[in-house]
């Protein structure tokens, strides 16, 4: 058996924008999907999800991926998460040229799914490099990431940027604008995250941003503001200025807010953090539900958001330096 993990992140500034060539600034955070994979006799793959954190619940699915999930809580998101191990396992084929390989894979996560955390990059990250290493082949997190990359583009109709999986592949705090996927250099970030216990389509709020976007040229505008905040906050994050980082993390919720990502429930703790004291806040991830990321380095916020109505969970997250790992 062969096990390997990787990281979940959250976006100090630039999703959705990213889908349109504008750059973002994902971070890695300790947070991670772990992945177990053992090669069968044939060529099937059967999926056992186990301690997945679904909707504040905790799913197990044991099963096929060509079988419909026989679970009643918020199946779309089980079946979504057997999708994308579908597509992992497909590019490890192809990586390997072992087109008939079958594995049994079992995937735990304490990276809420659909929340805005990269979780299906996670995974998908985690799933690769298990998978290949299990074979005999060890790729790089280069190469790791961009087949990750294609796996989410199968599964997310061909709508993805590079970010989620670079990050998670290489862990860290990343800049990624268009194929350009680098490091950055982060100073201590205090992290803090909110999550309503919900989740976002990411697929439906992409096309729901594009859909504006072909609409109305402010659309349009307000896209490229979101990277001009991004490349504002590289600079701020270089000299380490954390309080202009979360000036600008406010600017990029607002814009984010018009883009009609947000939500009641991450706008709420979006406005208890800022109430808190937080040095900025804003949705992380496509939004719709999900998480909030906010700085904080005191325990203001924590303890705010665990009282806020509509959030299920509160928690300080340090950024995670590795990425992808053999456990
Ligand atoms: C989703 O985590 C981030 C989006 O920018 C989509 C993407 O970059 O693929 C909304």
């Avoid at 590289?234 to 993390?249: H, K, P, Y």
Wanted: charged share 25%; net charge negative.
């Amino acid at each position: 058996m062969t096990v390997s993990s990787a990281p979940g992140k959250v976006y100090l500034f630039g999703e959705h924008a990213v889908v349109y060539g504008e750059p973002a600034v994902p971070c890695a955070i300790e947070r991670r999907a772990t992945v177990a994979v053992e090669s069968r006799d044939d060529d099937r793959l059967r999926v056992h999800l186990s301690d997945l954190s679904i909707d504040g619940f905790t799913v197990e699915y044991s099963g096929s991926t060509d079988e419909t999930p026989d679970v009643n809580v918020s199946e779309s998101l089980v079946q979504a998460g057997i999708g994308y191990i579908d597509a992992a396992i497909e590019q490890a084929r192809d990586a390997t040229d072992r087109p008939d390989a079958g594995f049994d894979i079992t995937v735990e996560s304490d990276i809420p799914l659909g929340a805005g955390l990269g979780s299906s990059a996670a995974v998908t990250v985690a799933a690769i490099d298990a998978a290949t290493r299990e074979v005999g082949v060890s790729l790089s997190s280069d190469e790791i990431a961009d087949r990750a990359y294609r796996a989410e583009l199968t599964v997310q109709d061909g709508e993805a940027s590079r970010a989620d999986t670079f990050c998670s592949a290489t862990g860290g705090a990343v800049r990624v604008e268009g194929d350009d996927c680098r490091a950055v250099k982060s100073p201590e970030l205090p992290i803090v995250v909110g999550f309503d216990g919900g989740a976002g389509d990411t697929g439906k709020l992409v096309a729901g941003v594009r859909a504006l976007r072909e609409e109305y040229e402010f659309a349009g505008d307000t896209v490229q503001s979101i990277g001009d905040i991004v490349r504002q906050g590289e600079r701020a994050l270089a000299e380490g200025d954390t309080e202009e980082l979360g000036r600008l993390m406010n600017f990029n919720h607002g814009l984010l807010e018009a883009l009609g990502v947000s939500s009641r429930s991450l706008d709420n703790m979006v406005w208890a953090a800022r109430d808190a004291g937080a040095l900025g806040a804003k949705l992380t991830g496509a939004g719709g539900g999900g998480c909030i990321v906010a700085l904080d380095p005191t325990d203001e916020t924590e303890t705010a958001l665990r009282f806020t109505p509509g959030c299920e969970d509160a928690f300080r997250a340090e950024l995670d330096t590795e990425g992808v790992r053999e456990e």
